[in-house]
């Protein structure tokens, strides 16, 4: 069966540094697609970066980096360069059916001045 | 931009009633999904519809129905509201074109059954 398990509930970060937020992920089928969202406390959920199964490099977008390691089932998001507009739950999601999205738990981010 | 409005933010309604949730989108997705949002399980599939008047089970849809009669519209139907369908709900949808094709949300609609 499909899943994605994101083990960290809730991280900080220091203003302008960077962090990483866990993802791992199960699946038998060689073609799937990773995704990182953003929900802000309004609740609204922002794409933020994909990466495909097949993808050669590591997609960047912006101040983000997915860092795909697909021998070990990972794809973690990498933010540089924290900003306090950053606080937000990240969730990791995975569509290996069709359009349909697995999503992870999600982990509370907090920005700290 | 894609726009997917969901019909209200907060909705408050009693156990036994027949609720109904409205999704819009303006971007002639083919497809549209219902989740629900719950702390600590992420979001879950409720149900999703890949055409006008086409509807598939999604991982929860016990309790639900929906309805697509309109490819701009899909609707969440709560048949008979009991207080654990109390939660976040999110409708999103996607397009079925070439490359990447993220599911777009809505604000969500926090509900309440009392």
């Known amino acids: 069966a499909q899943k994605i398990t994101q083990t960290q509930p809730g991280m900080f970060v220091q203003e302008k540094e960077a962090v990483t937020l866990d993802c791992t992920y199960d699946?038998?089928?060689?073609?799937?697609?990773l995704f990182w969202y953003k929900q802000p406390s309004s609740g609204e959920m922002i794409f933020l970066i994909y990466?495909?199964?097949?993808?050669?490099q590591n997609a960047t977008e912006g101040r983000y980096s997915l860092n795909f390691q697909k021998a070990r089932k990972s794809a973690n998001l990498v933010i540089s360069a924290s900003q306090l507009g950053d606080s937000a739950m990240y969730f990791c999601?995975?569509?290996?059916?069709?359009?349909?999205?697995?999503f992870g738990q999600g982990t509370e981010l907090s920005v700290k001045p | 931009d894609v726009k997917v409005t969901q019909s209200s933010r907060y909705l408050v309604k009693r156990t036994g009633e027949k609720v109904f949730l409205e999704c819009v989108q303006d971007?002639?997705?083919?497809?549209m999904f219902w989740y629900r949002q719950d702390p600590g399980l992420g979001l879950r599939l409720i149900y999703f519809?890949?055409?006008?008047?086409?509807?598939e089970k999604g991982d929860i849809p016990e309790g639900y129905s929906v309805s697509r009669e309109k490819k701009e519209r899909f609707s969440l139907i709560l048949e008979s509201a009991s207080t654990n369908q109390t939660s976040m709900y999110l409708c999103?949808?996607?397009?079925?074109?070439?490359?990447?094709?993220?599911?777009?949300f809505g604000d969500g609609t926090r509900l309440s059954i009392l």
């Open positions: 699946t038998s089928d060689p073609s799937y697609g």
């Open positions: 990466q495909g199964s097949y993808d050669q």
């Open positions: 999103a949808s996607s397009s079925d074109g070439q490359g990447v094709n993220p599911q777009h």
């Open positions: 971007m002639d997705h083919e497809n």
């Open positions: 519809s890949y055409d006008v008047k086409m509807k």
């Open positions: 999601a995975m569509d290996n059916q069709g359009g349909k999205l697995i």
